[in-house]
């Protein structure tokens, strides 16, 4: 028996939908963490897109071990370790370059590159990653995409991530090559600025429900 979440194939059952949070604050961490626990989500990916993304996943890792924090918008190979010392339990990337996959390799942390081509996505299946982020999902082709490259690859799993809300996200879930789809709408930036834990749980319950 392993801890959930610690391979990138259980990442995926954690939750129907992965919180991608964008925190401004990082007093907005924890109770952030805690409204989407208390809603049923098991899993959040704090992007690192704000100065206080890594403080942040430090406090959620260290104040809400409940919840399997991960780093997202790592776009850079400095950031991998970077995370890694903050507390970070998987990594997220909106492509993926050689460089990237290096540096994140070298953290032994369980990974999702992010893809959006075949191509791309073959070149990391022979990196050993087979689950994946499909970004920009949307924007890239959607549900269509993700059916025609289950024929020639079935063995790839994504998350599919990129303009999904709460009633897209069902067609993407009922997908064999879909684990849980990624989303920022469970913590809307007005919620966060008001304070509004309510309507994050209120979210959160609404995507746990999802599956
Ligand atoms: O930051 C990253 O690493 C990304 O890949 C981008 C995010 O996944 C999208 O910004 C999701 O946001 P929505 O489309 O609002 O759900």
Known sequence: MTTPGTSPAELLELSPVMPVVVLDDVEHAVPV????????????????RTPVALAAIERIAASVPEL?????????????????????????????????????AATGLPYLPGVSTVAEAMRAAERGCTVLKFFPAEAAGGVPYLKSVYGPLPGLRFCPTGGIT????????????????????????????AGDWKRVEDLAAAAAALR
């Open 33 to 48: 963490a805690q409204a989407l626990l208390r809603g049923g989500i098991r899993v959040i990916e704090v992007t690192l």
């Open 68 to 104: 399997v924090v991960g780093a997202g918008t790592v776009t850079a190979p400095g950031h991998a370790k970077q995370a890694l010392d903050a507390g970070a339990r998987f990594i997220v990337t909106p492509g993926s370059t050689d460089a990237l996959l290096d540096a994140v």
């Open 166 to 193: 709460v009633e897209s996200a069902p067609k993407y879930l009922a997908l064999p090559n879909v684990g849980c789809v990624g989303g920022s709408w469970l913590t809307p930036k007005d919620a966060l600025a």
